[in-house]
């Protein structure tokens, strides 16, 4: 065997001998791009890296990760409207990820086995106060605790939970679950003092040193329908805490809800499962207008309950009520028919949203209130120096996961303000679009069906009605990710170069390109699965 050097024995007319990187006028670099889903969220998680992990399997790093950004990964998995799923690049190739059906599974499995997050800061010296024990308090405790800070969080209830307590029925959302990762929260350090409405802030800040209001929306909306003396005529938010907070309210057995958002949908399936023989849901456009999620109108749907579009009560009493037809205008806009029905009628469940307590910025310097809301900049600041707010009471989508958000966002900034610094957001990647994305390399993987259970038995009980995924489906579930936009070292590259010019670095560092033998011809950028590269000019 000739025992020359390898590059001579190649000899002069291979790439390695004549450097072919001289060719170039464009070369490949590896990026990292923003992931769709992740953009998606609300509360900011980096779920293509969370999703990683767990198809290594590293179940712990990977809850570990989502809690950087959410420390109810077991409630989001169970309430979350999974905006990250509509936008999931895998949905345009079959169907999308079931992140949140992963999620579900982390959060759990962080329940059964006691996981934990160490706060590994120095304490800062600085106390806050939190105003709600809701999702949007909790989290903005949470991430304050990690942070350094002293924390105390008041609430006016009797439990803590917010809206997802008394909002969230307990067939979408288990207590058990609701009090473990709250009760998590609370071991950090975390002081809650329920029962204690606030309404003199000032007062309240007293040896505080910043505060965060997140009060939630627990008042719901009235509407003037003319009606008898007999007449039953609750909301829908007083309903669902009644569920939580006295004994069961008594609804009847034919109740009419009237309006068309998620919390008309839990009232009305709250209500069959009180007894109700029939839940009627009353609303004054078509469904394509509704803002009730699909989903929620859906399960509704499956059990039992009725829809009355283009409808409007304008009488109730007397066992009965009075709906008038309506008719959409060119604008969308409802109008009167003049055409009217009567139905019966036990109760009537008003859900035509809610509003926020803000009695408690009364007399707050700075402070202003439009449109039901209190105003604050994009650090989430009042006008009122060190007084931040968030969730239901600042122009928002009103839902946990951007309370949620909502939370980690502000106790970001309150940090940043206690130090006398800013916070700055780190400039975002161009986002990782599906055309980038070389999907010959993927086999088809249809998502795993999360299992119910059986409509037989669903408006009979409180049981939970959407059931987890077991390890099995979970691991595969995370592996239906497409990595777009960023590396996951499936080699391609490295088998495609004909010029042998990318390296590999060894696990988890990647590769390198060797420039002097890159002639630029970018079949890695062509065959990278993840849309990881690109070419760029080479510079003169």
């Not at 003037?224 to 009847?252: C, F, H, K, N, T």
């Not at 009627?280 to 929620?296: N, Q, W």
Request: hydrophobic content about 40%; charged content about 25%.
């Amino acid at each position: 065997m000739d025992d020359k050097p390898f590059a001579i024995t190649l000899g002069v007319g291979s790439s390695l001998a004549n450097k072919t990187g001289a060719w170039r006028t464009e070369r490949p670099v590896y990026v990292d791009r923003l992931p769709p889903c992740n953009h998606a969220c609300p509360a900011g998680e980096n779920i293509q890296r969370w999703l990683s992990l767990a198809e290594e399997p590293s179940y712990e790093a990977a809850w570990r990760q989502i809690m950087q950004d959410n420390p109810f990964p077991a409630i989001m998995g169970r309430v979350c409207y999974r905006p990250c799923e509509t936008a999931c690049n895998r949905g345009k190739l079959d169907e999308a990820v079931g992140i949140n059906s992963v999620e579900r599974f982390l959060g759990d499995e962080a329940i059964k086995h006691g996981w934990t997050m160490p706060i590994q800061t120095e304490p800062s010296g600085k106390r806050v106060l939190v105003v709600g024990a809701g999702p949007a308090g909790l989290s903005a405790a949470y991430h304050l605790a990690r942070l350094g800070h002293q924390v105390t969080v008041m609430d006016s209830g009797a439990k803590p939970g917010g809206m997802m307590r008394f909002g969230i029925p307990r067939y979408r959302l288990p207590r058990h679950i609701l009090d473990a990762e709250i009760q998590r929260i609370l071991d950090m350090g975390v002081t809650l003092e329920l029962g204690r409405t606030v309404t003199d802030l000032a007062e309240a800040m007293r040896g505080f040193d910043a505060a965060f209001l997140a009060v939630g929306a627990h008042i719901g909306k009235r509407a003037y329908i003319p009606a008898g003396d007999s007449a039953r005529i609750l909301d829908a938010v007083s309903v669902l805490r009644g569920m939580e907070e006295s004994s069961a309210p008594l609804l009847g057995r034919r109740v009419v809800v009237y309006g068309g958002g998620n919390t008309a949908m839990d009232a009305a399936r709250t209500a069959r499962r009180l007894g109700a023989s029939d839940a009627l849901v009353v609303y004054r456009r078509t469904r394509d207008r509704m803002p009730a999620h699909d989903s929620e109108v859906t399960e509704a749907a499956e059990e039992g309950v009725r829809m009355k579009w283009l409808s409007t009560i304008t009488h109730a009493g007397g066992g009965s009520i009075t709906i008038e037809k309506m008719r959409l205008d060119e604008t969308g806009f409802p109008r009167p028919t003049g055409e009217f029905e009567e139905l019966a009628a036990d109760s009537v469940v008003l859900a035509l949203g809610q509003e926020a307590d803000l009695s408690l910025l009364a007399g707050l310097p700075g402070a202003e209130i439009e449109d039901g809301v209190v105003k604050v900049g994009p650090d989430l600041m009042t006008g009122c120096p060190g007084v931040f707010a968030g969730g239901d009471m600042v122009p928002a989508e009103r839902t946990v996961t951007v309370a949620v958000g909502h939370g980690k966002k502000a106790a970001r900034h309150i940090d940043a303000w206690l130090r006398d610094g800013a916070c700055t957001p780190a400039p975002r990647h161009p986002m990782a679009d599906f055309d980038l994305l070389n999907t010959w390399y993927y086999s088809d993987a249809p998502a795993t069906v999360r299992l119910k259970l059986d409509l037989a038995r669903r408006t009979s009980t409180f049981d939970e009605v959407e059931r987890g995924l077991e390890e099995s489906t979970a691991l595969f579930e995370a592996r239906r990710c497409l990595s777009c936009g960023n590396c996951f070292e499936c080699d391609n590259c490295y088998g495609v170069c004909p010029d042998n010019a990318v390296l590999k670095l060894g696990p988890g560092l990647r590769y390198e390109i060797d420039l002097d033998f890159c002639k630029g011809c970018g079949l890695c950028v062509a065959e990278c699965p993840a849309g990881a590269i690109e070419m760029v000019p080479e510079i003169s």
